[in-house]
């Protein structure tokens, strides 16, 4: 019934279901497996030797791993046991080594790397916890477990608090050496899994990155194009009223675009890393000034008041004067957009190293569960304004890491219903 690759696979997962549903002692002919008839490796119910039917559920029949890579050191100052518990992973299909000593294991996982550790804690001289140590304080990414006599069940739990994955009791019981050495190695291969998947994700993430930039870069210049020649018909003139609605909506059209394409371009910079800052002697208030304007007939329209109020000793400060303008714009812009009849007010002030700069309104505010995320690229949230202005909700996220560029941070408190107060501090110099 059992031979063969995949069906000696089956059998290793079967007695292992057994030794689960604590039926050790029986024999495998004992049971009856009823499969799933589309997909062969799923155990839809087993029959025991009581004749009564269980259905584990859909019982997935893995592949057995390939315990061979797995490298284990056997350490334990008793020879005996050391070559025996080494024997037995051998019998399993793990290559192992020994140590007999705190020392030599120490030395050991210095020179080679092993995927997992199993030692003994009580050793004259170094003991399992200077190992455990050595690991910790070296960095080293070995799965460390630990064999404990009878009596020293508080070594174990110190050993587990001190990172340990599991333990084992000596005198050692084989089938649960053999469990337990078994999830500690399924733990490993998954460990190895998601450190390969990591380096593949960082490399499509570049890829992303580089598409993104070569895209909105090449998007650019067209949309620059269509912008210039509606401009150059809306001057003209002499088009007729619907026509030159029609191009005024082709201009709005292009203009969010052309914005668009330019966060999704700063974006891709930010996070390739390409985009530094140019830092120069600039005024923080004429910045603060200039960005205030640009959206002085936006708040008159929308009924709001823009308060200034310039608490500092001192406007000079060491900045890249056109990323401050663009957080500015943006927060003041979205301080417009979220508010009606209301008022915004931006504060500069010092604080001991650092300046801040604040903007608050007195508009929707914003609903708790969304404030984690604003500023994240990858939960890119964005609500329509009060009038259904449209975001791409990239905004912030260029803020957040302007502002980092400049070795500073930002903060949001905002309270639905009654406003919100964006807050950066950059450094002065
Ligand atoms: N002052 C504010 N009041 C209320 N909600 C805000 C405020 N500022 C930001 N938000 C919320 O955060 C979201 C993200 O803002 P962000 O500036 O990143 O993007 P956006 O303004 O939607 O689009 P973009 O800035 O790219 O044009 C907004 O859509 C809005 O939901
Ligand atoms: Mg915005």
Redesign the pocket.
Known sequence: MFSGGDEKNIFVEICRFIEYHNRAGRRKQDFAFYRNWQSKNTVVGIRGPDGIMRRPGAFQLKKAMDRSGIKILVVDDEEKIASRVSKILEREGFATECAYSGEEAIYKLGKRAYDIVLTDLNMPGKSGFDVMNYLQCEKIDTLALVLTGYASVEGAIQAIKLGAYDFIKKPIDVPTLSLIMNRAAERVVLQKENSKNLVELKKLNELKNEFLSVVSHDLRSPLSTIGGYVNFLLKKGGLGEKNEKYLLIIKDIAESLYDLVN?LLDISKLETGIMQINREEADLSEIIHASINNFLLLAVDKNNDIEYLNKLDNPRVSVDRMKILQVMN?LIN??I??TEQGKITVTVEDLDTHVSVAVA?T????RPE?MEN?FNAYTL???PGTRGEK???????ICKRFVELHGGTIRVASEEGRG?S?QFTIPRS
């Open positions: 966060e943006n979205n301080a957009k979220f309104d508009g929707v505010g914003i969304m604003l949230h964005q609500n975001g791409s909700g990239l905004g912030l996220v919100s964006f």
